[in-house]
């Protein structure tokens, strides 16, 4: 296969980053002349690292002991937007790995440019694998038009971390030692007001500044609990966001930081150290924190982010195994062994914080009794996902640009309303170019 102009620039669009110029010993290059591997090896792609990079690890070499040293070649790969532009780049380019990771944010837009391989019932029926073994929502949610492109692994979700002491002091532990329902903004606002008083220096900490991702990630959980419709519609051709919830949540999450409750200077650094220095008593972060948290040896647990307003909601994503679309009309064949192999492992994968959704270890005794991670179950039942749209999911374009204006919003740097007005403009000129892919 040839690597026109058309399908480079349909390439670097799925990736959300220019093309920079590759010499030939560029990680870019090098994903576009791979040397083929031996028939039996499978080549898996991935943007893991951290904690889910070392459980991983563990996964591959269970996999290697039981299929050889040489079966697997696992290549670990910049997270974002530089992963699926080398990624779509090696389809269109005819190099592809047999399996690879994409968020389920992004699998549409790779599933429509035709760069993924359809999972038939027939084909998956044949690896022994089977829709109905995945969580139904997520599985729902992975389906393009209906249609099967790839095999969800897990929920990274939005949660509550908790000093199970700073929070005992505070009156809101039950007899279990477990953190009390929170329902309502009244009683999350009390909650962290109790925990000053009891000699927090924060009630919570989390992301507001270098980190326009988990600022979307926050606003959109608030926004959509407040009762906002979806930010993008028509699969990202149309801005449906309803600019009064919008600012109203951005009002409420300034009001957090000018009352001191949280600070309107962390990072994703500082906030999760923060916490796990004892000086915050709880934190909302992604669920993959988990490891540094225990780490950390701070006292602490884990809880859903409190349905503060009228619908239950949290943000969410889900990395999904992806078959690149191939010439040779062989189907992805040893490939899907990997990929099932991985997902009957996932109870490793669960120990870095997100829930699998595999079901035999979804519902295994094992994951029901690993606290505190199983305490975080409910959240796939009201996990919420990017809005459809060329320039949406993981690492994306519109994630940078909502997430910068409402870290300016939280701030102070920035009134709610000029924030909307800023998001508004910004996603309507994306909305009006027409797709590339």
């Known amino acids: 296969m040839t690597l026109d102009r058309r399908q480079a620039l ?18 870019l290059a090098s994903g576009l002349v791979a040397t083929p591997l031996e028939p039996e090896k499978v080549a898996f792609w991935n943007l893991w690292s951290g904690g889910d990079g070392a459980r991983a690890q563990q996964i591959f070499e269970r996999y290697r002991a039981a299929r050889g040293a040489g079966s697997l070649e696992a290549t670990t790969l910049a997270w974002g937007s530089p992963y699926y532009t080398k990624l779509s780049l090696s389809i269109v380019g005819g190099r592809p790995p047999d399996v690879a990771v994409c968020h389920l944010s992004r ?7 035709g760069l993924l391989t359809e999972l038939t019932p027939a084909m998956l029926q044949g690896a022994g694998i089977d829709g109905a073994q995945f969580d139904a929502s997520v599985w729902r949610s992975g389906l393009v038009d209906g249609r099967a492109y790839g095999l969800p692994v897990d929920i990274g979700a939005l949660v509550l971390y908790y000093n199970t002491e700073i929070c005992g002091r ?19 606002r009390a909650a962290l007001a109790a925990t000053r008083e009891a000699g927090s ?19 959109d959980t608030v926004y959509t609990q407040m009762g906002g419709q979806e930010v993008l519609g028509g699969n990202g051709t149309r801005v449906t966001m309803d600019d009064r919830t919008a600012a109203e949540s951005l009002r409420w999450l300034r009001e957090l930081t000018a009352a001191g409750l949280s600070p309107d200077t962390a990072t994703d650094v500082t906030s999760v150290s923060l916490f796990a220095a004892g000086q915050s008593a ?14 950390s040896e701070v006292p602490f647990s884990l809880a859903p982010v409190p349905q503060l307003f009228d619908r239950p909601a949290v943000f969410a994503d889900s990395h999904t195994l992806v078959f690149p679309r191939t010439d040779s009309g062989g189907g992805p064949g040893r490939a899907l062994g990997f ?11 669960a120990q ?11 519902e295994g005794s094992w994951f029901r009794d690993y606290e505190p991670v199983a305490s975080t179950a409910p959240t796939k039942d009201v996990a919420i996902y990017d809005p459809p749209a060329w320039y ?46």
């Open 201 to 219: 220096r924060w009630g919570l900490v989390s992301p507001v500044i270098a980190d326009p991702s988990s600022n979307w990630r926050i606003f």
């Open 392 to 437: 949406s999911g993981a690492g994306s374009t519109m994630q940078t640009l909502v997430g910068a204006q409402v870290a300016l919003a939280r701030q102070g740097l920035a009134s709610p309303e000029d924030a909307v007005r800023a998001i508004r403009d910004a996603l309507t000129g994306y909305a009006a170019t027409p797709s590339p892919l």
């Open 352 to 362: 870095g914080g997100s829930l699998p959704v595999y079901r035999p270890v979804l």
């Open 10 to 27: 349909k390439a670097m669009a799925l990736g959300g980053t220019a093309l920079a110029t590759a010499a030939c010993g560029s990680p």
């Open 282 to 295: 709880f934190l909302v972060h992604g669920a993959w924190q988990t490891p540094t948290i225990v780490d």
């Open 107 to 113: 699998l549409s837009n790779f599933a429509r440019a």
């Open 339 to 349: 990929a099932k192999f991985f997902l009957e492992n996932t109870d490793v994968w």
């Open 170 to 188: 505070a009156g809101l532990l039950d007899a279990s030692g477990r953190l009390k329902p929170i329902t309502g903004e009244a009683t999350f």
